[in-house]
C-alpha cells in the first residue's frame, strides 16, 4: 500500500517563494510526480522526479530524496494564478496513487 | 487535437439509478484510468485498465463497474450500490502500461438527488 502525506493548506504572497512538502511510503518506487490542480479542473503535469535531487523547470522545481521518502515542490515568483491545488504522487508502477493535495492561496 | 473527452459534464441522479460516464481517448494510449475527487480531497483510484478487455480494481472499486472493449473507450458505470456518488470523476490515460505521465480528461460532475 501506499502513505503519502502533504500538508492540507498554505499561504503565500505575492512575488514570494513557497516550499510544498511530500512525505511517502510505498511498496515500490520509480519515481515522483506533482500535479498542479486549479478548482473545477483536472490536474497537469509539473514534473517528474527519478533520481535524487533538484530539477528545475522555469519558475518550479522539484527535489526528491528516495532514501528519505521525502519531495517537495519549490515555486518562486509566486503569481495569482498559483493559486491551485498540488498533488504529489509517488509512482509504484501499476496506477498512480494521489496525495489529498495542497491547497496554495496566493495573496496580493 | 487528441485528447480525453469525457461526457457529461454534469450529470444528476435519484437515488437507486445507475448511471454510465463515458470516456473516449484518441491519443492511441495502451492504458486508461478513473478517479474521483471528493472536495477538498486528493484523487483516488476506482479502475484501471493497461489493455483492451483486460482492468483491475483500485482502491475504491466497491459499487463501480468498468468495461474496456476498444482500446480508446473506457466507460465507467456507477452502480446503486455505491453509497455515496456524488464526486467529480476524472478519467485519464497513459501511452504504455505502468504509470507515467497521465492525460486527464475535462472530468464528469455527478449529484445524486
Known amino acids: 500500500g501506499q502513505n503519502i502525506d502533504q500538508p492540507t493548506e498554505m499561504t503565500a504572497t505575492e512575488g514570494a517563494i513557497v516550499q510544498i512538502n511530500c512525505t511517502y511510503q510505498?511498496?515500490?518506487?520509480?519515481?515522483l510526480f506533482w500535479y498542479q490542480q486549479h478548482a473545477g479542473e483536472a490536474p497537469t503535469f509539473l514534473s517528474y522526479?527519478?533520481?535524487?535531487g533538484l530539477e528545475e523547470k522555469g519558475r518550479f522545481s522539484s527535489f526528491l530524496s528516495r532514501s528519505k521518502g521525502y519531495s517537495y515542490l519549490l515555486l518562486k515568483e509566486l503569481q495569482m494564478k498559483d493559486s491551485a491545488s498540488y498533488l504529489c504522487?509517488?509512482?509504484?508502477?501499476?496506477?498512480?496513487?494521489f496525495g489529498k493535495g495542497t491547497s496554495l492561496l496566493v495573496t496580493p | 487535437d487528441g485528447g480525453i473527452t469525457q461526457s457529461p459534464k454534469y450529470l444528476f441522479r435519484k437515488e437507486g439509478q445507475n448511471v454510465t460516464l463515458s470516456c473516449e481517448q484518441n491519443?492511441?494510449?495502451?492504458?486508461m484510468y478513473w478517479y474521483r475527487q471528493d472536495p477538498g480531497q486528493g484523487l483516488r483510484l476506482i479502475y484501471y485498465?493497461?489493455?483492451?478487455?483486460?482492468?483491475q480494481k483500485g482502491d475504491i472499486a466497491e459499487g463501480y463497474s468498468v468495461s474496456r472493449e476498444k482500446k480508446e473507450s473506457f466507460p465507467l458505470t456507477v452502480t446503486s450500490a455505491q453509497k455515496n456518488p456524488t464526486a467529480f470523476y476524472l478519467c485519464?490515460?497513459?501511452?504504455?502500461?505502468?504509470?507515467?505521465?497521465?492525460?486527464f480528461g475535462a472530468g464528469s460532475r455527478l449529484t445524486v438527488l
Open positions: 485498465s493497461q489493455i483492451v478487455n483486460d482492468f
Open positions: 510505498t511498496s515500490g518506487f520509480n519515481g
Open positions: 504522487a509517488p509512482n509504484s508502477g501499476y496506477a498512480l496513487n
Open positions: 491519443l492511441n494510449h495502451d492504458a
Open positions: 485519464a490515460s497513459t501511452r504504455t502500461r505502468g504509470a507515467n505521465v497521465l492525460t
Open positions: 522526479n527519478v533520481l535524487d
